[in-house]
Nanobody, 120 residues
Framework: QVQLVESGGGLVQAGGSLRLSCAAS????????MGWYRQAPGKQRELVAT???????NYANSVRGRFTISRDNAKNTVYLQMNSLKPEDTAVYYC??????????????WGQGTQVTVSS
């Protein structure tokens, strides 16, 4: 089994910063892309940022220039540094790993979600 454990969410004032982390553990064969998604109340889950196995990154227009995604392959961990936070960034943030577990099948794994609340 594979588990993704997130940390780093919380309450912050507008203009502040937070750093999210998500670590995978268990029977991991290989990890391809990693990413962060978010879901605000009453809205669909949306992509925030992704990073490929070789470090290529992709960002939603709404966060480009403010958020930075990175990964530590040795630790099976992905990070999301969030700066200049805005109230509209308030959401539950989910990490996503596109990876192979012990069954060697390439598929999506999701974290449990961590709440980020930005006050105005």
């Amino acid at each position: 089994q594979v588990q993704l454990v997130e940390s780093g969410g919380g309450l912050v004032q507008a203009g502040g910063s937070l750093r999210l982390s998500c670590a995978a553990s268990g029977r991991i064969f290989s990890i391809n892309a990693m990413g962060w998604y978010r879901q605000a109340p009453g809205k669909q889950r949306e992509l925030v940022a992704t990073i490929s196995s070789v470090g290529n990154t992709n960002y939603a227009n709404s966060v480009r220039g403010r958020f930075t995604i990175s990964r530590d392959n040795a630790k099976n961990t992905v990070y999301l540094q969030m700066n200049s936070l805005k109230p509209e960034d308030t959401a539950v943030y989910y990490c996503n790993f596109y990876m192979r577990g012990s069954d060697r099948i390439l598929k999506d794994y999701w974290g449990q979600g961590t709440q980020v609340t930005v006050s105005s």
